[in-house]
């Protein structure tokens, strides 16, 4: 944001040394960037000041918001012009009439009415002013639009009113495919999610951005309507980014105006268009839209809090000074607290930090000792950082490295690996990274994107471990668990075995009381052979599986890969912060090995569970021995060997004992799977 001196002080008095000036406004916020004479163009010589405006602060866009904290910063006065005008008998609503069709897109509209306007060129002190902060003389009535947007920070737009079908405004969304030549002459084609000023017929003004060829001001207008309005600023942003047309208007619609200085902003643009092109101002203002609430929530100030947090002692007088200087309403003040309203054009001010902020801010950071004491409060970890440091450990004690990556990936990464099926597309309209703009709805591609990246310096096998967001829809009344689930995402070169160990004791680590299941399954990026649904006492946790070979062809992967992914909020649900431990057994324990031969189609899974529950109290815990498919058996049929484990607390197992469950064993699989034990 680029200020004049000489019209900074049509505001407040200044300093004599702009170096001072320049100092206190950087110490407050407004960091500058560099400071000029400027004498070229000028009548009179002036010094530009280039301001960093950070985007909470939109009321610093325009002079009298620089000239708004100066007058703070060196206790001056502050004169803001009244933008008095006089209007002739003729009421503005006899000639024009708005109406918005998208009250989402712009809330609050106002129009006036100049009729008998002269165009020519700018007064000497009108182009100053505009040449001091880099803008170009195009004609009175537009200078003057300038001008008052440099001034409030307020866009205005001035339509040739004789030129506009229907003598009527439409603010609307635009149909598909309809085109706008704008004022830089040049043809844009518009889609329906735009915001867009009409008249009868088409479209005038690209809404925020900017105003279009056919109705702009030139020699021969007449009749002027000043257009002075708020539209949403996400609105704004998306179709200044579609179109790739950015303008000064744009980049304070993106920040948000203050709609309480529409009507302000509407006057003061017609009462120097009076001054320096001549005309009748009609009567009144047609203003449409949404009425906007009269007053902000009240904000509590706590004067102790503002040493607890500064950690020096401001005086409560002083404290209140400060925001009362700031604009801010003083709505009740008691010796220990005040509550103030803050302004309009202050919609950062929402809590009491920002307070406390203001009143440091102003005060000077300089005067903040670097050694005062801070009042430090030990916190607790919350259970899902309990759970985080604890996967982080476990997963970097297993040989992982922890990778951080973006969460944008292109549409042909997004398709690459899904295993929840097909989901819509979550993406970001009219991203700056054009090619990367779809949200991740799985961390596994851009885990390989950077495992290539290694390969391609050297690093071969990069054994790599991310947690992150996913997201699954646009969470429109989803709770964040369901559409943006924090995920761990593991990629090594491990085979399935080993990275389904490594998965279930980090599993283990947070949920020992927990059960966890792997189901076959036959997704599209289980081409290699392996591949499984995790399931967690039944539910579904998460995926594992040996990527196929169209997967790494895709990555530019040489090596193979076996990738896992577990969706943490099932886990949280879990977790058990504190554990009980039981003395080690005190008696030994007899292990048996079982090698039934089953029909293809009995599973594992089918065989552990029928197993565990016809083996009684004795058995302890069972393990997966083997499998066999060869010429001794027939070739619908397969072995596996399971191993029993049985054991009591209380005494050494006899033989009789353990031959005893080993038999009901063998008799509920004959039964039940039609198992044969194998000589």
Known sequence: MIVSRRWLADYVSLPNSTE????????????????????????????AIDLEVTSNRPDCLGHLGVAREISVLFNQPLTIPPARVTESADAVTSATSVTIECEDLCPEYHARIIRGVKIGPSPAWLK??????????????????NFVMMECGQPLHAFDCNKLAGQRIIVRRAVAGEKIRAIDQKDYVLTPGMCVIADAQRP????????????????????????????????????????????????????RVDRRSLDWASRRCCELILQVAGGSLLAGSVIAGQALPPNREPVTLRFDRVQRLLGIQIAPEQCTQILTQLGLTLVSQSPAAVQVEPPSWRPDLLRECDLIEEIARIHGYEHIPT?????????????????????RAHLVGGGLYEALTLSFVSEAQRQ??????ELPAVAVSHSSRSHENQLRQSLIPSLLQCRRQNERHGTMNAELFEVARVYLSAGAGKPENTAEPLTIGLVTGRPFVQLLGLVESTIQRIAPHAVLTATPSSRPEYLAGRGAELLLNGQRVGW???????????SELQDAVSAAEIHLPLLEEFF????????????????????????????????????????????????????????????????????????????????????????????????????????
């Open 416 to 421: 690459l690996i899904q295993p929840l099926g």
């Open 204 to 255: 005038v003004a690209v809404a925020g951005v900017m105003g279009g060829l056919d109705t702009e001001i030139s020699g021969s207008t007449v009749n002027v309507l000043i257009e002075s309005a708020a539209f949403a600023s996400m609105s704004v942003r998306a179709t200044a980014r579609a179109l790739k047309l950015h303008s000064p208007s744009s980049y304070r619609f993106e920040r």
């Open 576 to 679: 058990e912060a504190h554990r009980s431990f039981v003395p080690l057994p005190r008696f030994p324990s007899v292990s048996r090995d079982l090698n039934f031969v089953l029909s293809e189609s009995v599973t594992w899974a089918q065989l552990s569970e029928t197993v565990s529950a016809n083996a009684g109290p004795l058995l302890a815990g069972l393990s997966f021995g083997g499998q066999y498919r060869g010429k001794q058996i027939e070739a619908d049929k397969k072995s596996y060997v399971i191993t029993c484990r049985f054991m009591a607390a209380d005494r050494t197992l006899t033989t009789d004992e353990v031959e005893h469950a080993v038999q009901q064993i063998i008799a509920a699989c004959r039964t039940q799977l039609a198992a044969a034990l194998r000589a």
């Open 20 to 47: 001072e000036l320049t100092r206190r406004l950087t110490l407050s916020g407004l960091n500058l960037e560099e400071f000029h004479d400027v004498h070229d163009g000028l009548s009179q010589p002036d010094v």
């Open 128 to 145: 100053d002013r505009l040449a001091a902060v880099g803008i170009n003389s195009v004609n009175n009535v537009v200078d003057v639009t």
């Open 544 to 554: 594992i599986a040996e990527l196929g070979r169209e997967v790494l062809d895709a």
């Open 371 to 391: 050694d005062a004491p801070l009042p430090v409060i030990a916190t607790s970890k919350t259970r899902r950082e309990r759970i985080l440091d604890t996967v």
